[in-house]
């Protein structure tokens, strides 16, 4: 077998379905990474390969398996869904491949397997701040409304768990299919409810048919806020959701009006490259990913085994477009700032404006 010089990424997303704009965003990003750091690293030419996995797990699997077998990838990346990430996991472990999760954003993934690295974020990770951010600006009774899978379990309970140690309290607890949900009898009952506001989490690609159902049921005339993780007033979607969501609290690692020189150059190459598209949080997660990946290939001096990689990827620290950026060597999970953002609309766009920072958030999942 002839030693070629490719060092080969498999990238596994969601490009159609019902979480398509997360894969859209992702790629998008990965080739713009690649158009800007070139294609050859430490004497090797960098293929990318992208699988649709249409979201559903037993396809992340099976594509993953043969990425591996095959195409003997260097690396998996990707992973639009928790589900995804998890039935992968032990096929990374097996094959020794780092697994880099752009994406999926349950606490736990990067427990399922030693080849796990992660650039996007965790739930509890953006979920606390928001909670300790509420009860300080009059919201003490809420009601959680969350996708009911990993990530939306994850943001009820700490949310739900720092409320209370802040004096609030969440009356009802809310939760939602996964697949093609209806959010309208819910949001009924919200309405009956007549809490100080509503959390929500649901995935990427779901915050505008919540909002609007917010608005059609007329929670917001009835004085009830909307809170939630940034996933809900996503940059892909948000400039479409109208006034509704001006307004909207929500807490994140990443906006695209972050104010950063880098940021500003990402989100303008982005768009340009993307016919005006906006780059969302998955977009970061996507960029800062091929990041890591690229770095540990020159600190490993071109070595394209497993072990060497990861070893590159644990530690890095660096500025990326949503600040400052640290993958934590012990948990191989992402350590950064999080931030309390308001949908403002500026020059008739809407955007989530930063207002205030907590500095350097490890997940709070990986204390216990
Ligand atoms: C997950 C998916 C999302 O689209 C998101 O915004 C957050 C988490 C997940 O499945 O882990």
Known sequence: LAQDNTFKIGLILPMTGQQATTGRQIE?????????????????????????????????????????????????????????ALATAPIATQSKTPMVVMAAATSSITQASPYVVRTSFTLPQVSVALADWAPKNGIKKVVTLVSDYGPGIDAEKYFKERLIFNGGQVTEALRVPLRGPDFAPFLQKVRDAKPDALFVFVPSGAGAAVMKQFAERGLDKAGIKLIG????????????????????????????????????????????????????????????????????????????????????????????????????????????????????????????????????????????
């Open 28 to 84: 998008a990003a990965a080739r713009l990474y690649m158009a800007q750091n070139g294609d050859t690293v430490a004497g090797k030419k960098i293929q990318l390969i992208v699988k649709d996995d249409t979201s559903l797990p037993d396809a992340t699997r099976r594509l993953a398996q043969e990425l591996v077998v095959n195409d003997k990838v260097n690396v998996l990346a990707g992973f639009g869904i928790t589900p995804s």
């Open 229 to 368: 993780t940034g996933d809900v007033t996503d940059d892909d979607q948000l400039n479409d959701m109208g006034d509704v969501a001006v307004g909207v609290v929500t807490s994140h690692h990443y906006s695209a009006a972050h104010p950063s020189a880098l940021n500003k150059k990402f989100v303008e190459a982005f768009s340009k490259a993307n016919k005006g598209l906006r780059p969302n949080f998955m977009a970061v997660g996507g960029y800062d990913g091929m990041r890591v990946i690229y770095e540990a290939l020159k600190i490993s001096k071109g070595q394209g085994g497993g072990d060497a990689l990861l070893a590159g990827m644990k530690g890095q620290i660096f500025e990326s477009p949503r600040g400052k950026m640290f993958i934590d060597a012990q948990t191989r999970d992402v350590v950064q700032d999080i931030y309390l953002r308001k949908v403002e609309k500026k020059d008739g766009q809407l955007y989530n404006v930063e207002f205030d920072v907590i500095k350097d958030v490890k997940d709070p999942g990986k204390a216990k």
